[in-house]
């Protein structure tokens, strides 16, 4: 019974947070749907996932793969921005002293007060205005834990690693790839798991005011022609991917060390057939 534990016990809670809901519909808020009007309502967008029918009217599953679609993107620029920053943060006292209190000022800005300034500054394109400005949002809103959580990993590092690296001459480039990378990993994806959590929330609102097709912006237009029933609807469908999301992320988190040794793993593969191969001719001939 103890190993169906993690199955059970979250059925038991969703099944309590249903019968409030159910109790608060039908008393204290009455134009808050009922579970059984919420499904009912929104059942076409759920049983159709895919189904597109205008830009704002499509499947649930079609919404959330056009937000997904824009949190890769903008996640991944603050992957590829926050890492050496951070890395830099880590490494350098002459950087963290001319930078840091200037990204502390600026990490707890609001997505709500970025967005309207990528809008400004990508207002001279033509197309994809909206697209830029969330981007740039998720970006700058994301990158911060990767920022701080790198850079902490980098300073934990213990002075007789980078001892060893000295006395076997290792360069920068070697330095990095096999004893600063490898040691400050387990911070790193910390960070960038929190920043993907934070993307995920970022978007909802970029689309919420820009008013792109996706989770957010369905949510808002539902919002706007009072059809309730729907933004609970995007409520559990946010929840549910991000729990998703973190959960992925996780188990990389738990599997770093084995991604890691993955490219050698497929080298040494690869030279033991080659290996093999050059072996069969002198066999045959023998």
């Known amino acids: 019974m103890k190993k169906l534990d993690w199955l059970f016990l979250p059925m038991i809670g969703a099944a309590v947070v249903i019968g409030i809901w159910a109790v608060v519909s039908a008393t204290v808020a009455r134009t808050l749907p009922s579970p059984y009007t919420t499904w009912q309502e929104s059942k076409l967008y ?5 189904e597109y029918r205008g830009e704002l ?16 993107k903008g996640y991944a620029i603050a992957l590829l921005v926050g890492t050496p920053v951070g890395f830099m943060l880590g490494l350098s006292r002459f950087f ?12 707890p800005v609001s997505p709500l007060a970025w967005l309207p300034l990528g809008l400004v500054m990508f207002s001279g394109l033509k197309e994809n ?16 834990p990767t920022v701080l959580n790198t850079a902490v990993g980098v300073r934990s590092i213990p002075q007789d690693y980078l001892n060893v690296a000295k006395v076997l001459r290792l360069s920068k480039g070697k330095t990095l790839m096999k004893i600063l990378l490898p040691a400050a990993m387990p911070y790193m994806f910390t960070g960038f798991r929190l920043s993907l959590g934070i993307a995920w929330l970022v978007i909802v609102a970029a689309e919420m005011l820009t008013g792109r097709p996706g989770v957010g912006g369905f949510l808002w237009q539902e919002y706007n022609s009072l059809i309730y029933s729907h933004i609970i609807l995007c409520i559990i469908t946010i929840g ?9 992320m996780s188990v ?16 040494r593969g690869v030279a033991r057939l080659f290996a093999r191969t050059e072996m069969e001719p002198v066999n045959a001939v023998s």
């Open 129 to 144: 205005t909206s697209e830029m400005a969330a981007l740039f949002t998720i970006a700058v809103c994301a990158m911060w």
């Open 96 to 107: 963290t002293k001319a930078f840091d209190p200037i990204f502390q000022i600026l990490r």
């Open 240 to 248: 549910v991917v991000g729990f998703v999301l973190d959960r992925l």
């Open 46 to 50: 759920v049983l159709q996932p895919f």
């Open 252 to 267: 990389v988190e738990a599997n770093v060390n084995h991604i890691l040794n993955l490219p050698a793993l497929v080298r």
């Open 57 to 72: 009217d499509q499947g649930i599953g079609r919404f959330t793969w056009l937000s997904l679609k824009l949190v890769a």
